[in-house]
């Protein structure tokens, strides 16, 4: 027999061995699919997209470990109407699924803007609705608590801590939410996509729409009257009319949007892309023509100066960060950041004469101080572990930052702005995670979370640091405090 024909049987052989391997593995994936259309399809849709569950696609899930989603499958989900199916399906049928909804679909889903027009919902007019608050409180120093362990989010007063209504939200809000510039109305943006506007003075949902499938964030124009919604699926960001958040303009983009912020002096939106080496900028104005400036480098997560002449965006690598002057749209400096910095978490102060900003690290146990008038690293200290976010007010004289990731996640240190070290370090419940401070209109006390599902809300005395109240929450994310939103406070992010 010659060499070719010996090599053909082989392969021939080879491939009769593997044939019912394949088969078995189509065979699943056909069972996954019946068992997804017979218990799933109906509240989750048929191209996973949601419907009034959540949409099971593997961008969607990220958060969620394949074994957590079997639990939720087998146990069901407290609060929502996800049942357990336990007694329907069995441990072999279960995992199927699982593999099925972390899997990319054949087709990328689409979703247009007659697909976001199709799902626009308008729950109370707004001329309908009373112009004063139906409680009685300092309409400035509110904040919106946003509780992810069962999807709801508590309005506070920020001067008795006192919750005045605690409401159902959308699964999994994700970017923080946006006020209205008079501190009325508040944005919240799902995973899914969903774009909902509150009547806090109402106490009530007056409008919703789906804008994307996987959205990052989305962030609210100086004067109030446009959202723009920045999302990973579809690659697009998308601009809404605040009053009734119709769709106004679908905006294309290469690749996905990480986020989107609004740039108040310029009267735009700037946006950052994950998949390109790329800034666009929309302004406020019709007909809303994107710039494009290019970088070289791809650049997330923004850090902007006061005046938004310049912003600093982190390297893919992680290991520095590149300052765009805005005007030209060239990169004018090149920061060393080793660890991944998290700027979208940083804060200015006045240091010695100069603005400095700070920015905690993600992979690694640091925060580092930037002189924004030369943009070079003047300091690095060391902390207990990588942290995620960092806070402070004018009238306070210590930054906060966490230990967000590790074995000290427990932690959280005060670093005194004016020496630049750690003051002090608290545990306010040793072994869980203390994550995410929020300070009051005058800066006389922070609000720091426990982020866990039995967590909670504690005040804190900011100069005394002595514990006010605590208040139990579902893992509490994020405090949003109305003024220092709305006014921009160099203390909190935007």
């Known amino acids: 027999m010659t060499l070719p024909n010996r090599l053909f049987l082989l392969a021939l052989f080879n491939f ?86 972390y899997e990319e679909p054949d087709t990328p889903p689409e979703w247009t ?47 008795t801590f ?14 923080g939410p946006k006020y209205s510039p008079d501190g009325r109305y508040v944005y919240f943006a799902s995973r899914d996509g969903w774009i909902s506007k509150f009547d806090i003075y109402n106490l009530k949902t007056v409008a919703e729409i789906r804008a994307g499938i996987n959205t990052r964030n989305m962030a609210v124009s100086f004067d109030g009257r446009f959202a723009m919604v920045a999302n990973y699926l579809p690659h697009n960001l998308v601009l809404l009319d605040t009053e009734t958040l119709s769709p106004i303009k679908v905006i294309p983009v290469n ?17 950052a892309l ?50 765009i002057h805005l005007d030209s749209g060239k ?17 200015s102060w006045h240091y010695q004469g100069k603005t400095v900003m700070a920015t905690p690290h993600l992979k690694e146990g640091k925060v580092s101080f930037i002189d924004m008038s030369n943009w070079k690293v003047i300091k690095q200290i060391d902390t207990l572990g990588p942290g ?9 004289p210590y930054a906060w930052v966490d230990v967000f990731f590790g074995p000290n996640k427990d932690a959280v240190h005060l670093i005194d702005k004016q020496t630049l070290e750690i003051a002090h370090t608290l545990k306010p419940e040793p072994g869980k995670t203390a994550a995410h401070v929020e300070f009051t209109k005058d800066g006389s006390h922070a609000l720091l979370s426990i982020w866990e599902d039995d967590g909670a809300v504690i005040v804190y005395d900011s100069r005394t640091l002595r514990e006010v109240k605590r208040l139990p929450m579902r893992k509490p994310s994020g405090k949003y405090n109305v003024y220092n939103k709305t006014h921009y406070s160099a203390g909190t992010s935007h």
């Open 255 to 271: 690749g996905r949007v990480s986020a989107v912020y609004t740039a108040p002096p310029r009267n735009s939106f700037i946006a």
């Open 388 to 396: 995620f976010f960092m806070r402070s007010h004018d009238n306070s």
């Open 162 to 175: 006192n919750p005045i209504h605690r409401f159902a939200t959308r699964f999994a809000l994700h970017g």
């Open 331 to 347: 990169a004018i400096a090149t920061v060393p950041l080793a660890g991944m910095p998290h700027l979208g978490s940083g804060i």
């Open 113 to 159: 803007l007659t697909d976001i027009q199709s799902t626009q919902q308008i729950h109370f007019q707004q001329d309908q609705l009373s112009s004063q608050p139906v409680f009685q409180a300092d309409l400035q120093n509110l904040f919106i608590v946003v509780e992810l362990g069962d999807h709801h989010a508590t309005l506070l007063d920020g001067d």
């Open 274 to 323: 994950k998949d390109d080496k790329t800034i666009l900028e929309i302004p406020y104005r019709a007909p809303f023509q994107v710039r494009s400036i290019s970088t070289d480098e791809y650049l997330d997560d923004f850090f902007f100066d006061p005046d938004y002449q310049h912003l600093i965006g982190a390297s893919r690598e992680g290991d520095r960060g590149q300052v």
């Open 16 to 101: 009769t061995l593997l044939l019912p391997a394949i088969t078995i593995a189509a065979d699943d994936s056909n069972s996954a699919k019946q068992l997804y259309t017979q218990y799933c399809s109906s509240c989750h849709g048929a191209q996973r997209l949601g419907g009034m569950g959540p949409a099971l696609l593997p961008g969607n899930l990220s958060r969620l470990r394949k074994p957590d989603a079997a639990r939720v499958i087998q146990s069901g989900r407290a609060a929502t109407q996800m049942p357990p199916f336990a007694h329907t399906l069995n441990n072999t049928q279960t995992d199927l699924l699982v593999n099925y909804i």
